[in-house]
């Protein structure tokens, strides 16, 4: 038999390997420091390229998209270039209306009974760019009005201030009458009174260039990596935005050296919520003029992985070479542990084998005094049914069916005697498929009236389909008996017993014996399958470790959960199809 290894043998390698790892690392160390400073920089202007990039492609699209905004407000080409009127011109021409709608609809809501101070509407204008704001109600008499209200200005609202139309859009198509402002009228939430607004050459070409960079953001947005892009004017104002935004207050002192061209591109740190990003600002730039500043937020995760990956390159790697000297050595004492284990475990078979076998020749000795009286039984209930048969129909099939039962259970109790003998040499189980649900119902029939008769409730619950198991029907029901009479035995005075049959568990059946006896401690519950151990004054306490050893045998197994004065719950679980290796009883 091998010997086991002692300590200093199953150390010798880790050590061997920890000390392999160390100088690995130090030379790991070396060529690491050399190239940190250089990633630092290299990775910072690696984001400004990024932030760049995105400038580019926003002012690419913003000058597109204003052109084509401009060229529909006109009703030409705004510039040299015609733009044609594709289908993301006229999404570019539905934002800009949904804007200005959702300006009003502000407006409506902020103040709903009209009474708009100057202050605050001007305010309003200069934050929406407005040229002009009015009140009227169905009559057409003005409530508010920022400015004088011009004629023509009422006349092109008038079928919203009729009730004709819930909406009157007038900004497009202009050409004919150039300089003419733009005009659009909402219906108040309210039903009374319309709020109209008007937006001159300078407003609408405000707005134009607003809703164009706002697309623009939009789709720059969409750059993986990027969490929000905002779009300033030269004057601090947003021109467009998307994402969560940082709390910065105007501009800074190095976005304005961007506008002068002191500076290139730059880049700082910024917080949202709990976690840091990268904010990259750039100059935007429209037909070659400065026109305002380009703020890009990145993702920081990926930046500090790549930081981290090569930064502490180093560090990871000799962690992970010491990992791997550690878990070496936690591989060699859990396997010398398993090996172990197993030892242990093929110590305690060997024992119960022993056990059991002792048990066999101890039943041996007795088998002859059991078998006399079983046969005389036998014998007597022959000769009842031949001899003593009721003339009576009905009690004729009684009394025939009476007497079958025993004759049933001799034949039963015989085989079990001869079980008994041979239980501790190993022998192949007769399997079959046979149907749980029946040995189970037939089991309930059988214990039943021993129940009853000690103020016991047994109730049932089992499977309605007839579940098909492996098994040797005759072992494996003197089991369940051997599980239930525990069960009863261990109830003083009244109580109950509940067998429960569950759907199967992929390819294990459940049958569930719950009592609510005295139950058992948890030393108690470790040894209640051995032959040696038993909590009862008569008998010698063998129906549970014949019930483990039938089970085992089909390749089941049995796992109790007992709280002392709470009860005691068996679990067996069975193959519900053959099993390829399962252990022969003993």
Same mark, same amino acid.
């Given at each position: ?15 061997? %390997? ?8 130090? *030379? ?52 040299? =270039? ?36 100057? /202050? ?31 004629? #023509? ?52 070409? !405000? !707005? ?13 947005? #969409? ?8 779009? %300033?004017?030269? !004057? ?15 501009? =800074? ?18 917080? %949202? ?56 050595? !936690? ?22 084998? /022993? ?71 190993? $022998? $192949? ?13 037939? *089991? ?35 089991? *369940? ?77 049995? $796992? ?8 005691? =719950? ?17």
């Amino acid at each position: 038999m091998n010997q086991i290894p002692s300590a200093s043998q199953i150390l010798l390698r880790p050590i061997t %390997l920890i000390i392999s790892c160390t100088i690995f690392v130090i *030379l790991i160390l070396v060529m690491g420091l050399m190239d940190l400073n250089r990633l630092d920089r290299s990775l910072v202007n690696f984001m400004e390229v990024r932030g760049l990039d995105v400038a580019e492609k926003i002012e690419r699209e913003a000058l597109v998209g204003y052109t084509s905004i401009m060229q529909m407000l006109r009703g030409e080409a705004a510039g040299e =270039t015609l733009i044609p009127l594709t289908d993301e011109t006229f999404l570019t021409q539905e934002s800009l209306i949904r804007a200005l709608v959702n300006v009003i609809r502000s407006i409506d809501t902020r103040w709903p009974s009209g009474a708009i101070s100057p /202050e605050e509407a001007k305010g309003v204008m200069e934050k929406e760019g407005l040229w002009l704001l009015a009140v009227v109600d169905d009559s057409g008499r003005v409530l508010f009005q920022s400015r004088p209200l011009p004629r #023509q200005i009422l006349a092109r609202a008038e079928p919203a201030v009729r009730k004709k139309k819930d909406l009157v859009i007038d900004l497009f198509g202009r050409s004919e009458k150039a300089g003419r402002s733009g005009v659009v009228a909402l219906r108040r939430s309210g039903g009374n009174g319309t709020v109209i607004i008007a937006l001159d050459e300078d407003a609408l070409q !405000w !707005w134009g260039m607003r809703i164009a960079m706002q697309r623009a953001v939009d789709e720059a947005a #969409q750059t993986p990596g990027v969490v929000f892009v905002t779009v %300033l004017d030269g !004057w601090g104002a947003v021109l467009g935005s998307r994402g969560e935004q940082p709390a910065i207050q105007g501009m =800074t002192a190095q976005e304005k050296e961007l506008l002068t061209g002191t500076l290139a591109v730059t880049a700082r740190g910024v917080t %949202l919520g709990e976690r840091e990003h990268v904010m990259v600002m750039a100059p935007l730039a429209l037909d070659g003029r400065p026109a305002g500043i380009v703020r890009v937020g990145f993702q920081r995760d990926r930046m500090d992985q790549i930081l981290e990956n090569n930064r502490h390159f180093l560090f990871l790697s000799m962690g992970f070479i010491v990992l791997a000297g550690l878990f070496s050595l !936690w591989f060699v004492f859990q396997n010398h542990k398993r090996h172990l284990a197993r030892l242990d475990e093929m110590r305690k078979r060997l024992e119960q084998s /022993e056990r059991l076998s002792s048990l066999g020749q101890l039943a041996a000795g007795v088998a002859h005094e059991i078998r006399n009286p079983l046969n005389a039984i036998s014998m007597a209930s022959q000769r009842l049914q031949r001899e003593y048969l009721p003339c009576e129909e009905d009690k004729s099939q009684e009394f025939g069916r009476l007497t079958g039962v025993i004759r049933d259970e001799i034949r039963r109790l015989n085989v079990i005697i001869e079980d008994f003998l041979t239980f501790s040499r190993s $022998r $192949r189980l007769e399997l079959r498929d046979y149907s749980l649900t029946e040995v189970v119902q037939k *089991l309930a029939g059988l214990m039943g009236e021993e129940a009853r008769a000690r103020g016991i409730a047994l109730t049932l619950r089992p499977d309605p389909d007839a579940l098909m198991v492996p098994m040797d029907v005759d072992k494996l029901q003197q089991a *369940l008996i051997n599980i239930v009479k525990n069960a009863i035995e261990s109830i003083d005075g009244s109580g109950s017993i509940d067998i429960v049959m569950e759907k199967p568990q992929g390819d294990r059946a459940v049958v569930r014996i719950s009592d609510t006896g005295s139950g058992l401690a948890p030393e108690e519950v470790e040894k209640i399958f051995d032959p040696d151990y038993t909590t009862k004054e008569k008998g010698l306490g063998l129906g549970l470790p014949i019930a483990y050893e039938i089970i085992r045998g089909h390749g089941g197994a049995i $796992r109790v959960q007992s709280a002392v004065g709470r009860g005691t =719950t068996f679990e067996i679980t069975l193959p519900t199809r053959p099993a390829s290796a399962a252990p022969p009883a003993r």
